[in-house]
C-alpha cells in the first residue's frame, strides 16, 4: 500500500497498464518496439526496432542510458541500419555486415540508432546468463518500459529511485556520464542506497503485476 505522503513526495501513475500478455511492447513517445524472442532450454532475445523517423531516435536518445551489468555478459546482432555502442568510454558503430558484438559484465555501455543512420534499426539483444533470480530479463524490461510508458500518459517525470530500484533488483547499475570518474564499487553501494529509500521510504516495488508474468 501507498500512502499519501510517499505519493506527494514521489508521484508515480495513478494506474500501471498491464503488458504480460503482449510478447512486444512500444517504449515511450513511441520510438521503439521490443520484440520477445523465445529460444529452446527457456531461452530468451529481444528483438528491437528504432524507428528512424522518430525525434528520439533521430537525437540518439532512444536506447538506455549508460548502465553496467554486473553479473551478465551482452551480446548484439545488427540486422538493419546503424547500431550506436559505447562500452568504457570507447565508440562502436555497427551494420548488418558486423560480427557480434559481446560486451562482458562490468563494462559501462549504452547504446542508440547512430547518427549516420538512414533506415529504421533492427537489431538483436541477449544476456549470458539469461536465466535466474535478480538479472537481466524479459521481467526487467517489462517493467521499466511498462513504468515509464505509464509516466508518459500521465505527465510525469519519472522516478530515478524507481529507476535504481529496477536495475538494482537486476544486478545492473546505472552510471551517466557525470559518474565516469566513480568505481564500481561507489556505484554499488550508491544503487543500495538508492533501493533503500525507493522500497523502504517512497513505496516503490522491485516489480508490478501488472508488468511482471
Known amino acids: 500500500m501507498v500512502w499519501a505522503w510517499q505519493l506527494w513526495l514521489s508521484p508515480r501513475p495513478r494506474r500501471r ?6 510478447e512486444s511492447f512500444v517504449t515511450s513517445g513511441n520510438a521503439a518496439l521490443y520484440e520477445t524472442v523465445s529460444k529452446p532450454g527457456g531461452l530468451w532475445a529481444i528483438k528491437e526496432t ?31 541500419g546503424t547500431l550506436g555502442i559505447i562500452t568504457d568510454g570507447v565508440e562502436h558503430v ?43 530479463d524479459v521481467n526487467f524490461l517489462r517493467n521499466a518500459v511498462g513504468y515509464l510508458a505509464d509516466c508518459e500518459k500521465e505527465g510525469l517525470q519519472p522516478s530515478l529511485f524507481q529507476l535504481i530500484l529496477f536495475f538494482h533488483n537486476a544486478s545492473s547499475l546505472v552510471s551517466p556520464e557525470i559518474c565516469d570518474w566513480m568505481p564500481i564499487w561507489l556505484l554499488i553501494w550508491i544503487h543500495i542506497a538508492g533501493a533503500w529509500i525507493a522500497e523502504t521510504i517512497l513505496g516503490y516495488e522491485r516489480c508490478y503485476p501488472e508488468y511482471s508474468k
Not at 17 to 22: L, P, R
Not at 109 to 135: M, Q, T, Y
Open 50 to 80: 528504432h524507428y528512424i523517423g522518430n525525434p528520439v531516435v533521430k537525437a540518439g536518445l532512444s536506447g538506455p542510458p549508460l548502465h553496467i551489468h554486473l553479473r551478465q555478459d551482452e551480446y548484439f546482432k545488427v540486422e538493419q
Open 94 to 136: 555497427l551494420t548488418n555486415d558486423d560480427a557480434v558484438l559481446f560486451i562482458p559484465a562490468g563494462t559501462r555501455h549504452r547504446f542508440w540508432s547512430h547518427r549516420s543512420a538512414s533506415e529504421n534499426l533492427v537489431f538483436s539483444a541477449w544476456a549470458d546468463p539469461c536465466k535466474g533470480d535478480h538479472i537481466i
Open 17 to 22: 497498464t498491464a503488458n504480460t500478455s503482449q
